[in-house]
């Protein structure tokens, strides 16, 4: 089965940096699109960004949008977010999710196959 176990998360001082790690198995990883996502506690879980199967192309909420980039590792089964100039409003459970394909819903919850079990990022101020 489909297994995606995120790392990284940690606390930071605002204007600080972090990067989120989500090693994948059980899947053929270069035909997958890889997400990340985020959820505060008592509200709904978001879109942060996402890339392609073939790492060509990436999308990014407005929100984070010149501060996080998302990557891949095809040796390595990985994709990474790199966050910088984190802000308090970052503050969140980060999780990595797959699909086989995703088209235009991109940024939708079902548009996912698997998700990981999440990581904690807590930005101070």
């Known amino acids: 089965q489909v297994q995606l176990v995120e790392s990284g998360g940690g606390l930071v001082q605002a204007g600080g940096s972090l990067r989120l790690s989500c090693a994948a198995s059980?899947?053929?990883?270069?035909?997958?699109?890889m997400a990340w996502f985020r959820q505060v506690p008592g509200k709904e879980r978001t879109f942060v960004a996402v890339i392609s199967s073939s790492g060509g192309t990436t999308y990014y909420a407005d929100s984070v949008k010149g501060r996080f980039t998302i990557s891949r590792e095809y040796a390595k089964n990985t994709v990474y977010l790199q966050m910088n100039s984190l802000k308090p409003e970052d503050t969140a459970v980060y999780y990595c999710?797959?699909?086989?394909?995703?088209?235009?819903?991109?940024?939708?919850?079902?548009?996912?196959?698997?998700w990981g079990q999440g990581t904690q990022v807590t930005v101070s101020s």
């Open positions: 999710a797959a699909a086989y394909y995703v088209g235009r819903d991109y940024y939708k919850l079902d548009g996912y196959d698997s």
């Open positions: 059980g899947l053929t990883f270069s035909t997958y699109a």
